[in-house]
């Protein structure tokens, strides 16, 4: 499996979605936060909004495009379960994995109640 990403436990980053806000104390020196404000300075377009929650529906389909095996690090530039983004949106992210069995997917939030309530009325894929 080729490593893409820098981060060195995942192979791969999916952002379909970007941005956050802090909840805790741990999220006073997010990486993330400083890197869409640096991503925003140098003009790229997926991060024109800087950390406010913004969906990518243009990036849902990446996932099909990937060869191999991939260790897919789910939004690493924000929180998939933050509550401005929507649940329908989220349906839409969980079909793609579905749909890519080959691959695996994290998903990492600090927002676990909202995942709770998303996963108490939804299956939760077999590859993530």
Not at 23 to 52: P, W
Not at 62 to 81: A, Q, R
């Amino acid at each position: 499996m080729s490593n893409n990403s820098k981060i060195s436990w995942t192979t791969t980053t999916w952002n379909v979605t970007a941005g956050c806000d802090p909840i805790s104390d741990g999220c006073k020196n997010c990486y993330a936060r400083m890197m869409a404000e640096r991503l925003k300075a140098m003009g790229q377009a997926k991060y024109q909004n800087g950390f406010i929650p913004t969906i990518h529906p243009e990036c849902l389909n990446e996932p099909f495009e990937w060869k191999g095996n991939k260790l897919v690090f789910v939004v690493s530039m924000g929180d998939l379960f933050h509550k401005d983004i929507p649940f329908d949106f989220i349906d839409k992210v969980m079909e793609v994995i579905t749909k890519c069995p080959q691959h695996t997917f994290q998903i990492l939030t600090k927002r676990a109640e909202r995942m709770y309530e998303y996963f108490s009325v939804h299956t939760i894929p077999e590859n993530v």
